[in-house]
């Protein structure tokens, strides 16, 4: 069952994380990150997708999701065009990004991207945000 997680950045619905698995959809696929990435703060990534619901002209959300915490610490891009084959987001961590995990976490996070009806969504693999 999906779990609401409300905040400054608006609510958003996350799958259970005892239940997340990566092929929760048969929508999206992640491409970048793909995992074990290490970041800074001002480092620069890109986001890549394929997939989605299935019909061009359909827009995203993508999020930065804090793993410990499960949340959504940061918004990528809200209502962003896309044309239901490939698409891609240009990220950059801001400086005055504070992690919200402490270890034994290691600040870890991953990609969530939905379609903004939020019919179709996919998690990413995690990935490191070092100070």
């Not at 048969?26 to 890549?48: H, Q, W």
């Not at 809200?78 to 961590?93: E, M, S």
Request: aromatic share 14%; charged share 15%.
């Amino acid at each position: 069952m999906a779990k609401a997680k409300t905040g400054g950045l608006g609510t958003i619905k996350l799958q259970a994380k005892s239940k997340v698995t990566r092929s929760l959809t048969t929508g999206f696929v992640l491409l970048n990150p793909f995992g074990a990435e290490i970041y800074k703060r001002k480092s620069k990534f890109m986001v890549y997708w394929t997939g989605g619901p299935g019909y061009p002209g359909c827009n995203v959300n993508i999020y930065l999701i804090d793993e410990k915490n499960w949340c959504a610490c940061l918004v990528i891009a809200t209502n962003l065009p896309y044309n239901g084959v490939f698409g891609a987001k240009q990220f950059q961590i801001p400086a005055n990004f504070i992690p919200t995990s402490t270890p034994p976490h290691a600040h870890e996070y991953l990609v969530y991207i939905e379609d903004v009806p939020q019919t179709t969504w996919r998690y990413g693999d995690i990935f490191q945000i070092w100070i």
